[in-house]
């Protein structure tokens, strides 16, 4: 498979009183199109701070993110908007869904960030309701569904514009570890379904081994893991 993402020599320092934290250092990382990388590490250890810098979110100190070969340059809005909106899916511990729209309308928020909402994106989005098991539950609001079923409503929001790669931290790390299985086979298929890459920082080993490559991310570097348990 060609290659969709790649950093190179990433850096990260944080000001914190009295000198620098350093987070990232010399961090290199690379992930083919429609690959699973996990990602593992202590608390702490840089993983949120990655996935931001891969998305978008947050800037390097040092080095830089290519997307297709092209770096990502953050002070080019429009191209970053772009890139954010369309390239890239993010799913995160807690689902952020918007309390006042129901599970449908928080599906459709991506693609209303790029333009007009059409019928065929509702198909697509009602499709993903069903696919998560959630067909009935369209017109809910996040606040009468369940902790799992706002984290499949977030899930299925992150594949919505059709990205390329979706990063996910620590997806399902504040539920059930049963409910947190299931969900895991979902984002899975779902990423299968859409030939998505997938970055997933967790800590459920049985997750973690659903995934390509393991990675872990030790003193600022991504590290291959050894003797994944699955
Ligand atoms: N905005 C910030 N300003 C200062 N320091 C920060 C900032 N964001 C993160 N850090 C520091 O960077 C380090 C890495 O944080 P990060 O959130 O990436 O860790 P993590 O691996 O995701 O941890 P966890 O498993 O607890 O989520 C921590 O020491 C944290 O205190
Ligand atoms: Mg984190």
Redesign the pocket.
């Known amino acids: 498979m060609p290659l969709l993402l790649e950093a190179r020599n990433l850096e990260k320092n944080?000001?914190?009183a009295g000198g620098l934290?350093e987070?990232l250092r010399d961090c290199q990382f690379t992930i083919d199109e429609r690959e699973a990388v996990s990602v593992t590490?202590?608390?702490?250890?840089?993983?949120?701070?990655?996935l931001?810098i891969l998305g978008g979110l947050d800037s390097p100190t040092g080095g830089q993110v290519l997307y297709q070969g092209q770096p990502l340059d953050l002070d080019d809005h429009g191209s970053m908007a772009r890139w954010r909106s369309a390239g890239v899916g993010f799913i995160f511990q807690f689902h952020y869904l918007l309390p006042d729209f129901t599970a449908l309308e928080n599906l459709l928020i991506p693609v209303r960030g790029r333009g007009q909402v059409n019928s065929k994106d509702r198909e697509r989005a009602l499709n993903f309701l069903e696919m998560t098991g959630l067909a009935d539950r369209a017109g809910h609001l996040p606040g009468e569904l369940s902790g799992g079923e706002q984290q499949r409503v977030a899930v299925a929001r992150a594949f919505m514009n059709r990205p390329r790669i979706v990063l996910a931290?620590?997806p399902f790390g504040n539920l059930d570890r049963e409910i947190g299985t299931r969900l895991g086979d979902m984002l899975f298929a779902l990423r299968e379904q859409e030939g998505t890459a997938l970055v997933i920082?967790t800590h459920d080993a049985r997750l973690a081994g659903r995934a390509d490559r393991n990675l872990q991310?030790e003193n600022g570097r991504l590290v291959p893991m050894e003797n994944m348990s699955s």
């Open positions: 944080f000001p914190r934290v987070v590490g202590p608390s702490g250890s840089g993983k949120s701070t990655l931001n931290d620590e920082v991310l």
